[in-house]
């Protein structure tokens, strides 16, 4: 029943602007962090940027300087600030939920996918 809705993906100019948003529903539990990756076809899933509900942040090295990430707790929600976009920006970008269960034991969950093109 959890389900994640990602929107702002699309078109934008070499050095734009866009904001990425996720709102999940169907959670019956504590959401401990929420975030995002990206993934290439061929290659592995790449962090892009998460947030803990205390709000500590983590981002990847390829977009770090470039991106904001911010969450609101009651809407279950995240949302990805990114700047000075570059064309190996162009991917798709998956949302994240990240539930810890109990000790290590942690269960995710992802959205479809939204696809981000960077170009002229």
């Known amino acids: 029943q959890v389900q994640l809705v990602e929107s702002g993906g699309g078109l934008v100019q070499p050095g734009g602007s866009l904001r990425l948003s996720c709102a999940a529903s169907g959670i019956f539990f504590s959401i401990n962090a929420m975030g995002w990756y990206r993934q290439a076809p061929g290659k592995q899933r790449e962090l892009v940027a998460t947030?803990?509900?205390?709000?500590?942040?983590n981002s990847g090295d390829s977009v770090k300087g470039r991106i904001t990430i911010s969450r609101d707790n009651v809407k279950n929600a995240v949302y990805l600030q990114m700047n000075s976009q570059k064309p190996e920006d162009t991917v798709v970008y998956y949302c994240?939920?990240?539930?810890?269960?109990?000790?290590?034991?942690?269960?995710?969950?992802w959205g479809q996918g939204t696809q981000v093109t960077v170009s002229s």
């Open positions: 994240n939920v990240l539930r810890k269960v109990l000790g290590d034991k942690v269960t995710e969950y």
């Open positions: 947030i803990t509900n205390g709000g500590v942040a």
